[in-house]
């Protein structure tokens, strides 16, 4: 009987670990965002906040401060703050 309870307690607390563990990865979400590049982050036009991951796009993009683009890539939403990881990007010409 306690041998069962062990195993039970153990394959329990492994389902947790492994609920917690990929979380992050099914809150991931594809956008498309249109803002301006500023100091590590994208502000769009209605003032929402989205802080540049790092990465090969994402460090290019972290070099257009000024700059209105159109970032494709996905979010994560960590704490209320906004990432995203950059999957491809383009310059928009005003």
Same mark, same amino acid.
């Given at each position: 009987?306690?041998?069962?309870? &062990? #195993? *039970?307690?153990?394959? #329990?607390?492994?389902?947790?670990?492994?609920? #917690? *563990?990929? %979380?992050?990865?099914?809150? $991931?979400?594809?956008? +498309? =965002?249109?803002? +301006?590049?500023?100091?590590?982050?994208? $502000? +769009?036009?209605?003032? !929402?906040?989205? @802080?540049?991951?790092?990465?090969?796009?994402?460090?290019?993009?972290? !070099?257009?401060? %000024?700059? &209105?683009? &159109?970032?494709? %890539?996905?979010?994560?939403? =960590?704490?209320?703050?906004?990432?995203?990881?950059? +999957?491809? @990007?383009?310059?928009?010409?005003?």
């Amino acid at each position: 009987m306690k041998k069962n309870k &062990k #195993f *039970l307690f153990t394959g #329990f607390l492994a389902m947790l670990m492994i609920a #917690f *563990l990929s %979380g992050p990865a099914i809150s $991931l979400e594809a956008v +498309t =965002i249109m803002g +301006t590049v500023t100091d590590g982050y994208l $502000l +769009t036009d209605n003032d !929402q906040v989205y @802080y540049i991951g790092e990465g090969e796009k994402g460090d290019e993009v972290t !070099q257009l401060v %000024g700059k &209105k683009v &159109k970032l494709e %890539g996905m979010v994560e939403e =960590i704490d209320e703050d906004k990432i995203i990881v950059v +999957t491809s @990007y383009e310059i928009i010409e005003e």
